[in-house]
């Protein structure tokens, strides 16, 4: 059973900076990434890293938010700079493996304007 665990979520003001990990207890993945979902929303997509590095952003965070992942493939980190109060969220970390998809339980981040 894969287990995904994050960490790394908090408040912080507009314009300030966080940085979410996520920690998963197995290995081989073909991608890995964070989902969002704010109070009354849908659950989207924020970014993925697949098993080839490449990525993919949502365009609201592109040029904001970098995610990146260590050498040995499972633990995935999300770099958010230049906050705003629309990044106000609980973010999910995601992983993905022989198409079978697991998630983590999620962690609140939350910009005061």
């Known amino acids: 059973q894969v287990q995904l665990v994050e960490s790394g979520g908090g408040l912080v003001q507009a314009g300030g900076s966080l940085r979410l990990s996520c920690a998963a207890s197995g290995s081989s993945f073909n991608a890995m990434g964070w989902y969002r979902q704010a109070p009354g929303k849908q659950r989207e997509l924020v970014a993925t890293i697949f098993s080839g590095c490449s990525t993919d952003y949502a365009e609201s965070v592109k040029g904001r938010f970098t995610i990146s992942r260590d050498n040995a493939k499972t633990t995935v980190y999300l770099q958010m700079n230049n906050l705003r109060p629309e990044d106000t969220a609980v973010y999910y970390c995601?992983?993905?493996?022989?198409?079978?998809?697991?998630w983590g339980q999620g962690t609140q981040v939350t910009v005061s304007s």
């Open positions: 995601n992983a993905v493996r022989r198409f079978v998809t697991y």
